[in-house]
């Protein structure tokens, strides 16, 4: 059987990935869950079923290959294991808790995590945040329920442990969810300084216009070389309302200007998607006037959010920054969303 540590050694000597120290350092972790997972359990009347092992939370900055290190881990298990994202799982528990609510069950979330817990010895979580207070209150009985039932958890986030739910409402009650987090998963930085998926944008244009053929082709490009085509429809959960991205894989999301900005979304919708992604292709920005004056606002509070949380900006637009917003109401204060379209385009922004 062939260890992750001598995959990852065939597939760098292919080419197909580049070695990186920090992602090499991240593999033991890795392949002791895999190990641990592969050994088959002893029979007999008196044998006890061996302790699961210990599940890894694997953080680091954007675009390091956390995610490509536990596809990786994730293809390699020969056990029952889903790889998700985590905003889609939260969707989905959230969604079998409004079933259970509808049969007139009263802990909705028992039936939901036991239906997690029946499939699966392993859950492979992509892109852990919290941000939203009803998935601060579930996560830490459902988190309960799995370590209890012997599945092992693996994820990957942006940020610490102990900054999740940063800032957050009534965080009090979500911090013995932390402590439970690290008592049952590994704690593993991946301290890589290289970002890979902004190397493959470094020196691309990311402000195309006119809207045309040739712009929509390059956009096409950009979005092959991040997501390999690999991208699907993802669902924000805001506030009890759910917030559609057309396309999204890995932290890069793909919509229209009248996706985001051409329905009534608000201030915490655009905090919730600059929180999802950290990469937003937006697509046809028409021109700005008083007759699209209330998409005009929304377009302003949208840049404010990505730029607040350094998102990297993809989009093509009717006309350059500055003569997107010539007349009507708010041109003055369109000044600085021109003035940070600007500042989005330069090479090493997001990085700072």
Known sequence: METL??????????????????????????????AALDTPAKTG??????????????????????????DMFVASLDVP????????????????????????????????????????????????????????????RLFEAMFAAGVVVVTTSNRVPDDLYKDGLNRQLFLPFIDKLKQNLVVHELASPKDYRQDRIAGSQTYFTPVNAESRAKIDDIWQSLTGGA???????????????????????????YDLCGKPLGPADYLA?????????????????????????????????????????????AAAPEYLYVEGEGTFEFERTASRLREMQSQDWAQG
């Not at 540590?5 to 869950?33: H, K, N, V, W």
């Not at 669902?235 to 919509?255: C, D, M, T």
Request: with cysteine.
């Open 81 to 140: 294991s889903r790889r998700v994202h985590f905003h889609a799982f939260m969707q989905e528990i959230h969604a079998g808790m409004h079933a259970a609510r509808q049969k007139g069950i009263e802990d909705a979330l028992a039936p939901v995590a036991k239906s997690v817990t029946d499939e699966l010895r392993l859950l492979a979580l992509d892109e852990m945040q919290i941000t939203d207070i009803t998935d601060a209150m579930i996560v830490g």
């Open 231 to 257: 991208a699907k429809p993802h669902s924000l959960i805001v506030q009890k309302r759910e917030v559609l991205i057309p396309a999204f894989h890995n932290g890069v999301a793909r919509a229209s200007f």
């Open 273 to 317: 998607l600059a929180e999802a992604c950290r990469v937003l292709v937006l697509e046809n920005i028409p021109q700005l006037s008083r007759s699209n004056f209330n998409e005009a606002k929304r377009f302003v509070t949208l840049i404010d959010a990505l730029y607040e949380a350094r998102v990297k900006l993809i989009c093509s637009a």
């Open 5 to 34: 540590p001598q995959l990852y050694d065939r597939l760098t000597a292919s080419g197909e990935l580049t070695p990186d120290p920090a992602q090499l350092a991240a593999l033991p972790e890795f392949e002791r869950i895999r």
């Open 45 to 70: 009347w008196f044998r006890k079923a061996p302790e699961p092992p210990k599940g890894l939370y694997l953080w680091g900055g954007v675009g390091r290959g956390k995610s490509m290190l536990m």
